[in-house]
């Protein structure tokens, strides 16, 4: 007869998997991907290192999982937000300041999660990760536009633009230095998540429109002509 694994043998394998996830995760939130070593990662887990790779054939197999595990949570936040009460403004505004304050409190991991140099299979993950905030955000501004409580726009590009404002204003290389702040980066959070609510409810007037327009198309005539 074939050997088939129990119910429970399943479980404590699961079990044992998701350890090592945890225990990459917290070594990778104080050392990111680069400097944390399976070795480190095994005694957090309490198991040789051999078993580490038992469940995970690459060290990129594993810091993939932990990518995809911690963005799942941090994406789950924001839908959790945005799928409450009220207008779409203010679980804009609620959703891009959790995620803010979340990314402050925990700057080494949202850098390593974000933007740290990584193999490509991480950095598909991250993209996945990106996209699926990006979704948030687009169904909130969607429903903003047909609520009538934000101006017609590219809907798509506009919360692309969110999570871009998110990731260059929280950490990034122009990023202001959280650690600085004497609130603890408070201030910036609510800075970031007024300027993404800001941008997309805001409404540039027909002039300055049809000024940008012309500069545009003078520039291009210019370097047409070079």
Do not use: W
């Not at 996830?21 to 290192?49: H, K, L, N, P």
């Not at 409450?84 to 203010?90: D, L, Y």
């Not at 193999?119 to 948030?136: F, H, N, Q, S």
């Not at 609130?183 to 800001?198: H, K, N, Q, S, Y």
Request: glycine fraction near 8%; charge should be neutral.
């Amino acid at each position: 007869m074939a050997y088939r694994r129990t119910d429970e043998i399943t479980s404590r394998l699961a079990e044992k998997r998701g350890e090592i996830i945890e225990a990459a995760r917290r070594i990778v939130a104080e050392r990111g991907f680069r400097e944390a070593q399976i070795a480190a990662i095994a005694t957090a887990a309490g198991v040789a290192t051999g078993t580490v790779y038992r469940y995970f054939p690459s060290k990129a197999d594993l810091f993939t999982e932990v990518l995809a595990a911690t963005s799942e949570r941090e994406v789950t936040v924001a839908a959790s937000i945005a799928a409450t009460e009220g207008s779409a403004a203010q679980r804009l505004a609620d959703a891009a300041h959790a995620f803010a304050s979340r990314a402050v409190r925990g700057r080494r991991l949202a850098y390593a999660l974000i933007a740290e140099p990584v193999d490509p299979e991480i950095d598909k993950a991250r993209l996945d990760y990106r996209r699926a905030l990006g979704r948030v955000f687009e169904g909130l501004i969607e429903e903003g536009v047909r609520r009538g409580e934000f101006p017609r726009q590219n809907v798509a590009a506009s919360a692309a633009c969110v999570v871009g404002a998110l990731i260059e204003g929280l950490v990034s290389p122009l990023a202001p230095d959280a650690d600085r702040i004497e609130d603890g980066g408070a201030t910036l959070a609510e800075a970031i998540a007024t300027f993404c609510v800001r941008a997309v409810a805001g409404q540039a007037s027909h002039e300055a429109r049809s000024s940008a327009t012309t500069k545009v198309a003078m520039l291009g005539d210019a370097v047409g002509r070079r």
